[in-house]
């Protein structure tokens, strides 16, 4: 597996997102950069790279860097107090390379065993499937109607490890602001 | 070793039942798709495929697709 200095990733989104199409040109890009720049951290506009995806050219993420999950955390919070006006931190979306793998967790070998399972899936399909690879959500034609349910399960993982530790050592952010932290992503 | 492998096997088997049992109980009687959701310590390969071999022969049988799922590792705090 490749080796990866220990990030923490927060998606920046417009105010208005995702009702509203901002081009990324829109992005406060200056101060992101004068941001990254006092926490060593590094902004990744529209784009894929090898684990996360940042596919709208709506969003922009910021990964802060830092050598350890104490390290972690204090970038983390120098962003995540950053205000930005007519913008917003999505710090529900904190999946990251290095936490994942400071956590133990494998990314190469989850996607292998994956990938192992799709011949099994597959096999299970019958002819109300809509067939679509790697889609966030099965889609399932509804019998005698033109409907069609789309579903999806998803697990918050080991970030409820990440966030047991951000707040056993920084109590005192958890109290007065992390439950802001909190009613941001209830809002998306 | 082949005993083992069908026991995890069962385990794919039994939940899908389970989950078939509770939605026939709602009446409905034709359950159209199944989402799996595996969370482990860390993710054992050879134990992901038997259990999904299983759901997925369990589903066959009811003609219900699996269309999703999600797999998490858990470690300890």
Not at chain 1, 148 to 156: G, P
Request: hydrophobic letters at 40%.
């Amino acid at each position: 597996m490749q080796v990866v200095t220990p990030t923490v990733l927060i998606y920046l989104v417009p105010t208005a997102y995702p009702t509203e199409v901002t081009n990324l040109f829109d992005f406060p890009l200056s101060k992101l950069s004068a941001l990254a720049g006092s926490c060593e951290a590094q902004i990744i506009p529209a784009g894929v790279n090898r684990y996360f995806k940042c596919n709208h050219s709506r969003t922009a993420a910021v990964i802060a860097k830092g050598v350890n999950a104490s390290s972690q955390i204090n970038q983390f919070l120098v962003i995540a107090k950053s205000q930005l006006e007519g913008f917003r931190w999505r710090s529900d979306i904190i999946a990251t390379n290095g936490v994942y793998a400071s956590a133990g967790v494998n990314i190469d070998a989850k996607m292998t065993a994956i990938a192992s399972i799709q011949s099994s899936v597959r096999s299970t399909h019958h002819k109300h499937v809509v067939d679509i690879p790697n889609g966030f959500g099965g889609l399932c034609r509804v019998p005698g109607t033109d409907q069609i349910i789309v579903s999806s399960t998803d697990s918050v993982g080991s970030k409820t490890e990440f966030i047991r530790q951000l707040v056993l050592r920084v109590p005192k952010y958890f109290e007065e602001e992390y439950f802001l932290v909190v009613s941001k992503l209830q809002q998306v | 070793m082949k005993f083992k492998r069908q026991l995890i096997k069962g385990l794919g088997h039994d939940i899908v039942n389970h989950c078939v049992n509770d939605i026939l109980v709602m009446g409905c009687m034709k359950p159209l798709t199944f989402l799996d959701y595996f969370a482990s310590h860390t993710l054992d390969a050879e134990t992901l495929r038997l259990v999904v071999e299983g759901m997925a022969e369990a589903c066959k049988e009811v003609d219900c697709a699996i269309v999703g799922g999600e797999t998490a590792e858990i470690k300890d705090t």
